[in-house]
């Protein structure tokens, strides 16, 4: 019986992990995005906005770190919404992948076009 209700209880949480970032890149964005703004600016105020949004009344972690080849990443936990922002000739351009497509979602893609 224990090993049956371990189990289900393993079968349920793997539902729930985000698959990794490289992999949701593989897929190609949920919306790319261009500002004129340099894409440092742009990452902050991303990271700021996704840290001062409350969702059911928690103010989640909003992650920022610099990629490899240029520009930036701003992620949430376990990677659920993340954008990639890098330089163009114009400014900046965001790609907003999601990991869960939900509300949450649609109200961190607003904020990303606050900072736009």
Do not use: H
């Amino acid at each position: 019986m224990r090993i049956l209700i371990g189990a289900l209880a393993v079968a349920l949480l793997a539902g729930c992990l985000a698959r990794p970032m490289n992999e949701v890149r593989q897929d190609g964005p949920n919306k790319i995005l261009y500002s004129k703004k340099p894409d440092q600016a742009v990452a902050l105020c991303v990271q700021y906005e996704w840290q001062n949004q409350s969702l059911f009344g928690v103010t989640p972690e909003a992650t920022m770190q610099a990629r490899r080849e240029s520009g930036y990443t701003v992620f949430t936990a376990a990677s659920e919404y993340f954008v990639d922002i890098r330089p163009v000739a114009s400014g900046s351009e965001a790609r907003y992948y999601v990991n869960v497509d939900n509300w949450i979602a649609k109200a961190r893609l607003e904020r990303i076009n606050f900072c736009l």
